[in-house]
């Protein structure tokens, strides 16, 4: 009797897969950035400024080099080509000369034999500075002295929209402050370079925009780009800030400086200050309506500190002010803002990218409003929510999919989970289900539950104008599939998608993805909720390109060993904002709505979150098991902005730079997250109809846990995150 073995399927598009490195992850087989290893290697360091604003009077490297072991030192006089880098205004020294701007500034770099002389010989390095009075206020650095060459303001913006001077039967106000988040990846900045014969250099980076990464460098080192061979390395966690360069130019300059391989590893302090962060912001409200809670006006007025140096910030702003007013149909705006330059930390991407922060505005205004028009919070939501067709504050028509009404409704109907109904007999509730947990703390008497809505939107790819493309290589050989993307894998699943999308096109199982490096054109940054649509539609570009030429041969009776295509793959264009903040600047939104559930002890201000229900705007789900990751460890991540998470910075120092004092939500912390809803109306021009995932689920989670706190307590819950002395009684 002869048996047959039948291979399953591997799966395609809108079917669970299994990501191909996560069981080299599970079982520590898999190499990230700080696994990077080259013979004959030398270890980087960094010297860092301790102060927030000086002048650098003398810099004295000599006792550094004296030291055995040590093969170089440089500083802003080492760099050859360009001496300032940024990714969208290169206005960052690659080192601080005569003068720095925040603490954690590099002053200098060190290559030796063993990480620990490197630190030694980074402390031996004399600077005498002349300590100034750093500016630390946004507010004040709109009007203040310059900081910088290019001013104190990296961006003022003005959205105009409709009638400004027209007024609703109702006003309320509010003024709001978000503060400064970190993105807390798990894999702390890593790379290493490796000096090549020709003169150039191979950088291996743990990142998220890989040619920026190789083209900024470039500039730097004063090589021409193809000079820079960079690949990602392995990279553990990213949520925006991978975004800039950390080490990239420092660990090249040192490679080509000394001969040899060089690595460099920032410690976990070190991260904190060596990228950018979320910015704090602060948000001045009123909204009008009339009396049947139809919105007639929004008014705002946002400063976002930006830090040091530009990064993202005026992107970011755009982003908060394009999204300032809500899903909401509002005929008539003016929002102003402000992204500035301070001494405090550089600020930048992060999951959201300025939404967030006008979210968790917008949306306790409209909690606002219903109160006093006396209107179910989530009816008012519905009365006005956008449509397809209508016209959002920058004059842009929605003219995809805009199921706003349907995912209030689905989260909003949801059944609460079990054990998180309203009014539960506290007295019952096991202790380490209280606010306080392991703590033992919270009086049962004392505990409140509520609950608290929130709605949000946000853009999908990069806007105004940006030149945003994805490039991907599709190679056929032998029946297996090889697909080459510079898609910067970041934990997001672009490994596991691409597979999916070569298969479902081409009808091969066996499909391999090449390392993302910058041996294949641009994929851009992974961020923007944009790899899905832009690497994605490269992938399925290039895969029907191949189909073709292999149906031709077919149909011609030829067949033939290797079939190869490149496709560019671009989104529809896109205007920058005029001066009245009009104009097409986004090619697609995405909507989502969350209900969060908290228990508050009134007595300690303690707070304990215990369900956030969430339906979202998907277009289609192309990996369902992903699609909840990513909401799952996108909520995460508003649940520690709205109860835990902040970096608390004085007089431009972070004082809880480990996560020692910087907490982020870990498994017991966890609420029960409960997916009412996926909505899928598939979005037109996007691949297989799907839109990005990773980032919704980040912005209205945040608002949704504030206004359950304030339902708890009857407290105004102004700022996130929340203390416990915001709430006491």
Known sequence: MTTTRTQARAPRVGESALRPDGIPKVQGRFLFGNDLWADGMLWGKTLRSPHAHARIARIDVTPALAMTGVFAVLTADDVPGSGVFGLEQADQPVFASGVVRYVGEPIAVVAAD????????????????????????????????????????????????????????????????????????????????????????????????????????????????????????????????????????????????????????????????????????????????????TIVKVEARVVFDGGA?????????????????????????????????????????????????????????????????????????????????????????????????????????????????????????????????????ADARHVTRALGFAVSYKNLMFSEGFDDYSTARVRVEDGIATVHCACAEVGQGFVTLAQQIAREVLD????????????????????????????????????????AQMEADAAAGTVQRVYEATFEHHHAPTQRLDENGQGDAHVSFAFAAHRAVVDVDRDLGLVRVVDVTTAQDVGRVLNPVQALGQIEGGIAQGVGLAVMEELVVDQGRIRNASFTDYLIPTALDMPTVTVAALIEEPEPGAPFGAKGIGEPPTISSTAAVAAAIRAATGRAVDRVPVRPDDLLF
């Open 309 to 441: 140096y530009a990064s993202t910030s005026s992107a970011v702003l755009a982003n908060a002010c394009c999204f300032g007013a809500g899903p909401y149909r509002v005929p008539n705006a003016f929002i102003e803002g402000w992204a500035v330059r301070t001494n405090n930390p550089p600020c930048g991407a992060m999951r959201g990218f300025g939404a967030v922060q006008t979210c968790f505005a917008h949306e306790a205004q409209m909690d606002k409003l219903a109160d006093a028009l006396a209107i179910d919070r989530v009816e008012l939501r519905l009365r006005n929510a956008l449509e397809p067709g209508d016209t959002i504050i920058t004059g842009q028509r929605i003219t995809g999919t805009a199921p706003v009404a349907a995912v209030i409704r689905a989260c909003a109907d949801a059944p609460f989970p079990a054990g998180a109904e309203l009014d539960p007999d506290s007295e019952s509730a096991p202790m380490l289900l209280r606010p306080g947990g392991a703590g033992r703390t």
């Open 114 to 293: 063993h990480p620990e002389l490197a630190r030694r010989a980074c402390e031996a390095i004399v600077v005498e500075y002349e300590v100034l009075t750093p500016l630390v206020d946004s507010q004040a650095a709109i009007t203040a002295a310059a900081i910088h060459p290019d001013g104190n303001i990296l961006r003022h913006l003005v959205i105009r929209h409709g009638d400004i001077d027209a007024i609703g039967d109702v006003v309320v106000e509010g003024i709001y402050e978000v503060g400064m988040q970190d993105q807390a990846f798990m894999g702390p900045e890593s790379g290493l370079a490796i000096p090549d014969d020709d003169g150039g250099v191979q950088l291996f980076v743990s990142t998220q925009f890989v040619h920026a990464d190789r083209d900024q460098t470039a500039a730097c080192l004063g090589l021409p780009p193809d000079m820079v061979r960079a690949t990602v390395a392995g990279t553990g966690g990213a949520f925006g800030g991978r975004e800039d360069i950390c080490l990239q130019v420092h660990v090249c300059l040192l490679a080509l400086r000394t001969g040899r391989p060089v690595k460099m590893l920032y410690s976990r302090d070190e991260s904190f200050v060596g990228h950018v962060h979320r910015h704090p912001a602060r948000m001045e409200y009123r909204h009008h309506a009339r009396r049947d809670g």
């Open 508 to 547: 091969i199982d066996e499909v391999v993805l090449a390392p993302a490096d910058t041996h294949v054109g641009s994929a851009g940054s992974t961020s923007a909720s944009r790899q899905t649509w832009m690497s994605g539609g490269a992938v399925e570009g290039a895969c029907r390109l191949v189909k």
